[in-house]
């Protein structure tokens, strides 16, 4: 079971800074979270709410990660810094890497990573988590939110069980999360 207080959500700010997609090939997710944490990394980690039936009867709402195999760092030191201590880890975990470059890791926008933990916030309830794959094969337009709670946030406009919702890509997975159509604008793709 993971401890709820190692995930508890700090106030999500747009620093400027990148961040990594890193694969964890260990069911220790926590243990990774906290080495990445000692070298004074911070790390984000997808979170929802899961019902369980409790043995005496009735239902407990506990917080648990999205996916065990995945969690982000922020890009606070040097890429050498990071190659550094991904390499000297006593885990089994993979930077995700560019498709062009192989030599190079894969490194996702602030902006982007910030529109996506928005996204996952443990509190909205109609969201839907994906795969890299699944995300990448739904059609949408790219759309900004212009009204309502999620105001300024980017992503792709499609449909899933006749409603509309917001997709968020980031290496690895993606997140939708539900929203009206009237209230998005397409994003005008300059060429």
């Not at 005496?56 to 890429?79: A, D, W, Y």
């Not at 993606?174 to 009206?180: D, E, P, R």
Request: charged share 30%; glycine share 6%.
């Amino acid at each position: 079971m993971v401890d709820q207080s190692d995930f508890s959500s700090k106030e999500i700010i747009d620093d400027g800074l990148s961040w990594y997609a890193v694969r964890l090939f260990t069911l220790r997710l926590k243990e990774v979270k906290a080495y990445f944490e000692a070298l004074d990394y911070e790390c984000f980690v997808p979170m929802q709410y899961v019902d369980i039936e409790k043995p005496e009867g009735g239902v407990k709402h506990e917080l648990r990660p999205v996916t065990h195999n995945f969690i982000f760092v922020k890009q606070t030191m040097s890429e050498a810094s990071f190659k550094k201590a991904v390499f000297g880890a006593n885990f089994k975990i993979n930077v995700i890497r560019k498709v062009d470059d192989v030599t190079q890791f894969a490194l996702i926008p602030s902006k982007q990573m910030y529109d996506f933990r928005m996204m996952c916030n443990p509190e909205i309830t109609l969201r839907k988590f994906l795969s890299e794959r699944e995300a990448q094969m739904k059609a949408g337009d790219p759309v900004l939110v212009k009204y309502g709670a999620m105001k300024g946030m980017t992503g792709r406009l499609v449909r899933s069980n006749k409603k509309y919702y917001l997709l968020k890509e980031v290496p690895g997975m993606g997140v939708m999360l539900k929203v009206s159509r009237w209230c998005c604008v397409p994003i005008e793709e300059t060429v």
